[in-house]
């Protein structure tokens, strides 16, 4: 209590997770990280559908919480569940409110949905902040590029985000 503790230089990189039956909350949940890279992996049957996706980036709300410099390429998901993204970041606080605002996070080079037989998830990128956006909120400074997202209902769902980029 009382102690601030971060997560810095973290690397979860070709590795294989598995959720057999897709009865598990997530495979990679990001509760607070400075450099996080999460590359090459691969991801199948995880998330049950009242869960979030494969990956959750998704601090406790606290104004303390880190989420920067996270990069998450070069990854392959099939038959992942959950009722929010594949990949998804959820702030649950503004960033005015965050000591150390969200951002600059990357999310490139992946694969989401391999054939329409293999794929639960509803979103394929789920980016959501608890805000109201305007001029002066700071940026999020999210890319996503040359992703590939196949057989979701929706392959993007942003909301109260700033500052966003998604290309090729």
Partial sequence: AGV??????????ECQFDGINNDNRNAVSVIDGDDVIINANT???CTRPNMPGAIDIEPDANAFAIIKNITI???VFQNIGGNGGVIG?????GQGILKIPAGNILIENNTIG???????AVMGIFLYQMQVVNSETHSN???ISKNTIRYTYRPFRFYGVR??????
């Fill in 4 to 13: 601030e503790r971060h997560n810095t230089n973290i690397r979860v990189e």
């Fill in 43 to 45: 991801f199948v049957n």
């Fill in 73 to 75: 390429t070069r990854n």
């Fill in 89 to 93: 970041v959820v702030l649950p606080l």
């Fill in 114 to 120: 391999i054939s329409a037989d293999n794929i639960k």
């Fill in 141 to 143: 400074d999210i890319t």
């Fill in 163 to 168: 500052g966003v980029i998604v290309s090729d």
